[in-house]
């Protein structure tokens, strides 16, 4: 499958990408935990159907360290031992906060509360603003159609 377009060769998305890709690596910098940003990137991408999204934040997570089996249940997490309170609360906030258009309220207070509750302000902005990248990352991905399967953990880094 070939990509409708090529971000990289384009002089506008090679503009626009270098912004959003340093936000990228902003977020990686972050106080958020590594384990929980690739998590939430993963369970986002799951919910869009992002294929090249989940392939590169499958590898990413587990040259990090991640086990197959945490990344296996990702999709599952709620009926899933493996994962802490602190990544469920941020895994509920990153679904509540993707699939807005299924939810008339948006991410309900109890969401909200609950992950205010593991995370610091620093944090929770950084998981809300991942949450955010993630839907804008996965959108650019879907609609051009890029292909996934040859990501190599480090390759945008």
């Not at 959003?20 to 990686?28: D, S, T």
């Not at 384990?35 to 990413?60: F, P, W, Y």
């Not at 991410?107 to 950084?126: F, G």
């Not at 292909?147 to 190599?152: F, H, R, T």
Request: proline share 3%.
């Amino acid at each position: 499958m070939d990509a409708r377009l090529n971000y990289f060769a384009d002089p506008t998305a090679s503009k626009v990408l270098k912004y959003f890709m340093a936000a990228g690596k902003a977020l990686k910098d972050s106080p958020l935990p590594t384990a929980t940003q690739e998590l939430v990137a993963l369970r986002v991408s799951q919910i869009n159907g992002c294929a090249v999204c989940i392939d590169m934040h499958t590898k990413e997570a587990a040259a990090a360290g991640e086990t197959s089996v945490r990344l296996n249940l990702v999709a599952a997490w709620r009926e899933a031992t493996v994962f802490t309170e602190a990544e469920r609360a941020a895994l509920e906030l990153a679904e509540e906060g993707t699939r807005v258009a299924d939810a008339a309220g948006g991410v309900s207070d109890e969401v909200w509360a609950y992950a205010a509750k593991h995370y610091d302000e620093e944090q929770l902005t950084a998981l809300v603003i991942l949450i955010s990248f993630m839907n804008t990352a996965n959108r650019l991905n879907i609609i051009t159609q890029q292909p996934a399967g040859d990501y190599e953990p480090g390759q945008f880094h």
